[in-house]
Structure formats: structure tokens, C-alpha cells
Nanobody, 127 residues
């Protein structure tokens, strides 16, 4: 497992933007497929976006497609979630997740696919 630390959360008005970052510990970041999930109060944790270890494959939930963008910089050991056109319903704790993989182009969307999780960062969008 790898330790994950998220940053970049905060409060923003509807229509605004935020960029989340996740920096795993260790030297083998490039061997991990990464994902972002979120959990609103009283709701289950849900998939937001994911990216393969080479960055060529990405998946998004329908609710964020076209507004959020996931990317990674393997040289900086960081994965990003650029969030634009934020809505109040995007308010949640956002967590990044990692899965060690052998295949370069595979990304994952299920919670059970990931073995390491960060503590999360709060995103609050006001109307």
C-alpha cells in the first residue's frame, strides 16, 4: 500500500473552479493507476474520475464529465483533479485512491479496485 495525501480543497461559489492534488509517498508512483472519489454527508462514496498509470486512459462519472479533468505528472509524483463549473451538488469530501498495476493503459472505476486511500479534502460549493 501507499500513503496518499490530498490538498487543494476549499470553499468556492457555484461556477467557480478548484484544483485538487494528491501526492502518494514512495518512489513508484508511476506504477499506480489512480482515482478520485467523493462522499457527501449521508451518502455513499462515489466514483468521480480515474486515470491509468501512463495517463492515456481516463474515466469520468456522468455527473462530472465535461467539467472535471484528471491528470497526472509522474515526474512530480502527483495526480490532479481540475474541477470547473462547480455546482452545490459537488460539495463532498474528495479522496484519491491508488492501485498498483502491471498494465499501462488500464484505469478503474470501482471502489473495490483500489487498495490505498487518502484521508480526503473537503470541497464546499455555495450557491
Amino acid at each position: 500500500q501507499v500513503q496518499l495525501v490530498e490538498s487543494g480543497g476549499g470553499s468556492v461559489q457555484a461556477g467557480g473552479s478548484l484544483r485538487l492534488s494528491c501526492a502518494p509517498s514512495g518512489r513508484f508512483f508511476s506504477t499506480y493507476a489512480m482515482g478520485w472519489f467523493r462522499q457527501a454527508p449521508g451518502q455513499e462514496r462515489e466514483f468521480v474520475a480515474s486515470i491509468s498509470k501512463n495517463g492515456r486512459t481516463t474515466y469520468y462519472s456522468e455527473s462530472v464529465k465535461g467539467r472535471f479533468a484528471i491528470s497526472r505528472d509522474n515526474a512530480k509524483n502527483t495526480v490532479y483533479l481540475q474541477m470547473s463549473s462547480l455546482k452545490p451538488e459537488d460539495t463532498a469530501v474528495y479522496s484519491c485512491a491508488a492501485r498498483a498495476v502491471a498494465t499501462a493503459d488500464t484505469a478503474y472505476i470501482r471502489k473495490a479496485d483500489f487498495g490505498s486511500w487518502g484521508q480526503g479534502t473537503q470541497v464546499t460549493v455555495s450557491s
